[in-house]
C-alpha cells in the first residue's frame, strides 16, 4: 500500500468547491479507500485541528509507548504491526491512535478505558467483527472515526456524542436500525459505502437526530432513493448502486443538496419535476445509466453548474434541454455539461441550446461506442 494524503481522506465537505474546466469530464472518487494514512499526515490532521489543541512545536517526553509503535506529539502510530488487539500501554494523553493494517479482531470494553483526550482513532483495514458496547464511553472528546474496510455487521453502539465524522466504508452491515444515531447531534459527515445495504435495511427513524451535511452510500445495494435521510445534507452520494428511477417526491426532503451522485446506477426515467426540490443544486451525477433523453426541469435550475450525463442512451439534445427560455431567469452559467458517450448526433444539435454555456470547451460529445 501507499500513503496518501489524510487531507483528502478527511475532506467532509461543507461547501462547493470550484468546478474544473479540465476536460473530459470524468467523476472522481472523494476517497482512495484502498491506502493507507501515513505518520506525516496523521501529525498534520492535528496541527489543522480547529482550537489547535491538539498540537505543540515542542515534542513533550512520553512516559511508555506500545511495544513497536512510534509516539510522537501526542501521535501514537502503531499501523501495519501484526498487532491482534488494541495495546493496552497507550500513553493517556494521546490525541490521534492509529491502528490500522493490523489483524485485531475485537475492541473490547477496556481497550481505551484512559483515552478521554483521544481526537482521532483510525482502525482501518482490520478484522474486527466485534466491538463491546461500552468501547467508547471512555472517548468523551473524540471527533473522527475510520472504521472501513473490515467485518462490521452494524454501526457500533453507544458511539461518541462528540463524533463529528464516521468513516465505516467497505463492512458487511446490512441494517441501520431505528435510533442508531441517536444523540449524534455534532455528526456531520458518514461514509458508509460498500455495503450490502438496502432500501429495506434503512429502518425509518435510523438517521434521527443527525444534522448531516455529506453523506455517502455508494457501491451498495439500493434500488431507489431513501426517503427518510437528514434534510440538512448538501451533499448525497448514491452512486454504483441498482436504482432505476428517480420519482415525484424522491428528492423532496433534500431540498439544501448541493451535489447529487446518482452515477453508475440503472436509472431510465427521471419523473417530470422530481428536480424541482432540490434548486440549490451545483453539480449533478447522473452519468452511467440508461437514460434515453435529458433529464427534464435543469433550465430551471438557477444554480446549477455541472451535469454529467455521459455513457447514457440520449440520441437528443433539444434548444430548450438546459437553458431557460427567459434566458435571465438562470443565476449562474454552466461550467461543464459530459454527454460524450451518447449516440447524439452532435451535428444536429443548434448551437442556442448551450447559450447559457460559460464556455464552448466545457461541453463534451462524442466518443459514443456502438
Known amino acids: 500500500m501507499h500513503p496518501f494524503s489524510i487531507a483528502i481522506l478527511l475532506f467532509c465537505l461543507t461547501h462547493l468547491p470550484k468546478t474544473s474546466l479540465t476536460l473530459p469530464f470524468e467523476q472522481k472518487a472523494f476517497w482512495d479507500f484502498e491506502k493507507e494514512i501515513n505518520a506525516h499526515d496523521l501529525m498534520m490532521m492535528l496541527k489543522d485541528e480547529e482550537d489547535g489543541s491538539g498540537f505543540e512545536e515542542t515534542e513533550q517526553e512520553q512516559p511508555m509507548c506500545p511495544f513497536g509503535c512510534i509516539c510522537n506529539l501526542r501521535v501514537v502510530q502503531c499501523s501495519d504491526q501484526g498487532l491482534y488487539a488494541v495495546p493496552h500501554d497507550i500513553p493517556s494523553d494521546t490525541r490521534?491512535?492509529?491502528?490500522?493494517?493490523?489483524?485485531?479482531?475485537?475492541?473490547?470494553?477496556?481497550?481505551?478505558?484512559?483515552?478521554?483526550?483521544?481526537?482521532?482513532?483510525?482502525?482501518?483495514?482490520?478484522?474486527?467483527?466485534?466491538?463491546?458496547?461500552?468501547?467508547?464511553?471512555?472517548?468523551?472528546?473524540?471527533?473522527?472515526?475510520?472504521?472501513?474496510?473490515?467485518?462490521?455487521?452494524?454501526?457500533?453502539?453507544?458511539?461518541?456524542?462528540?463524533?463529528?465524522?464516521?468513516?465505516?466504508?467497505?463492512?458487511?452491515?446490512?441494517?441501520?436500525?431505528?435510533?442508531?444515531?441517536?444523540?449524534?447531534?455534532?455528526?456531520?459527515?458518514?461514509?458508509?459505502?460498500?455495503?450490502?445495504?438496502?432500501?429495506?435495511?434503512?429502518?425509518?427513524?435510523?438517521?434521527?437526530?443527525?444534522?448531516?451535511?455529506?453523506?455517502?452510500?455508494?457501491?451498495?445495494?439500493?434500488?431507489?432513493?431513501?426517503?427518510?435521510?437528514?434534510?440538512?445534507?448538501?451533499?448525497?452520494?448514491?452512486?454504483?448502486?441498482?436504482?432505476?428511477?428517480?420519482?415525484?417526491e424522491d428528492l423532496s426532503r433534500y431540498r439544501n443538496l448541493y451535489r447529487l451522485g446518482l452515477g453508475h446506477n440503472h436509472i431510465r426515467h427521471i419523473e417530470h419535476g422530481s428536480l424541482s426540490y432540490v434548486p440549490n443544486l451545483r453539480e449533478l451525477h447522473l452519468d452511467n445509466n440508461r437514460l434515453s433523453n435529458v433529464p427534464a426541469g435543469l433550465p430551471e435550475m438557477k444554480?446549477?453548474?455541472?451535469?454529467?450525463?455521459?455513457?447514457?442512451?440520449?440520441?437528443?439534445?433539444?434548444?430548450?434541454?438546459?437553458?431557460?427560455?427567459?434566458?435571465?431567469?438562470?443565476?449562474?452559467?454552466?461550467?461543464?455539461?459530459?454527454?460524450?458517450?451518447?449516440?447524439?448526433?452532435?451535428?444536429?444539435?443548434?448551437?442556442?441550446?448551450?447559450?447559457?454555456?460559460a464556455d464552448r470547451n466545457a461541453i463534451q460529445f462524442g466518443n459514443h461506442k456502438k
Open 96 to 248: 490521534l491512535l492509529d491502528l490500522q493494517g493490523n489483524k485485531i479482531t475485537e475492541i473490547r470494553e477496556n481497550d481505551f478505558k484512559r483515552l478521554s483526550n483521544l481526537y482521532a482513532l483510525v482502525l482501518v483495514n482490520n478484522q474486527i467483527s466485534r466491538v463491546h458496547p461500552r468501547a467508547f464511553l471512555p472517548l468523551v472528546r473524540m471527533q473522527k472515526l475510520y472504521f472501513s474496510h473490515n467485518h462490521l455487521t452494524s454501526i457500533p453502539r453507544n458511539l461518541p456524542a462528540s463524533l463529528v465524522e464516521l468513516r465505516i466504508h467497505d463492512n458487511q452491515i446490512k441494517k441501520i436500525s431505528s435510533g442508531t444515531f441517536s444523540g449524534l447531534g455534532s455528526m456531520n459527515c458518514i461514509e458508509m459505502g460498500r455495503n450490502p445495504l438496502r432500501n429495506s435495511g434503512l429502518e425509518p427513524g435510523a438517521f434521527t437526530g443527525l444534522k448531516l451535511n455529506f453523506l455517502r452510500i455508494s457501491e451498495a445495494k439500493l434500488t431507489g432513493v431513501p426517503k427518510d435521510l437528514p434534510s440538512s445534507l448538501h451533499e448525497l452520494h448514491l452512486d454504483q448502486n441498482q436504482i432505476q428511477a428517480i420519482e415525484l
Open 303 to 357: 444554480y446549477l453548474q455541472v451535469v454529467y450525463l455521459h455513457s447514457n442512451n440520449i440520441t437528443e439534445v433539444g434548444v430548450n434541454d438546459f437553458c431557460p427560455t427567459g434566458f435571465w431567469m438562470k443565476k449562474t452559467f454552466y461550467n461543464g455539461i459530459s454527454l460524450f458517450d451518447n449516440p447524439i448526433k452532435y451535428w444536429e444539435v443548434q448551437p442556442a441550446a448551450f447559450r447559457c454555456v
